[in-house]
Nanobody
Framework: QVQLVESGGGLGQPGGSLRLSCAAS????????LAWYRQAPGKQREWVAF???????VYVGSVRGRFTISRDSAKNTVYLQMNSLKPEDTAVYYC?????????WGQGTQVTVSS
């Protein structure tokens, strides 16, 4: 069964930190590049970071140096540690494979950065 469950979002202050988690079904987690995506109001969904099955991360320029993606194979979970938050990080965050194949998405987790 295909399943993605994101959690950990909330209200963060500029300069603060949040940690997102995504529990994935084994069929998705195993052997796939996993990514975090985000969609801000009125904007298209964009990828933020992805991590290969061997743990090599790649980041979009706007988050490089601030966000860290990781994966735990024992828990079928991928994480996104978000530091030095900025208001422009406000969005709904989703995890999925990379590149996208198909139409399935989890419910996402809302991140709002505001003072």
């Amino acid at each position: 069964q295909v399943q993605l469950v994101e959690s950990g979002g909330g209200l963060g202050q500029p300069g603060g930190s949040l940690r997102l988690s995504c529990a994935a079904s084994t069929s998705i987690f195993s052997h796939n590049i996993l990514a975090w995506y985000r969609q801000a109001p009125g904007k298209q969904r964009e990828w933020v970071a992805f991590i290969t099955p061997r743990g090599a991360p790649v980041y979009v320029g706007s988050v490089r140096g601030r966000f860290t993606i990781s994966r735990d194979s024992a828990k079928n979970t991928v994480y996104l540690q978000m530091n030095s938050l900025k208001p422009e990080d406000t969005a709904v965050y989703y995890c999925n494979i990379y590149p996208i194949a198909g139409d399935y998405w989890g419910q996402g987790t809302q991140v709002t950065v505001s003072s």
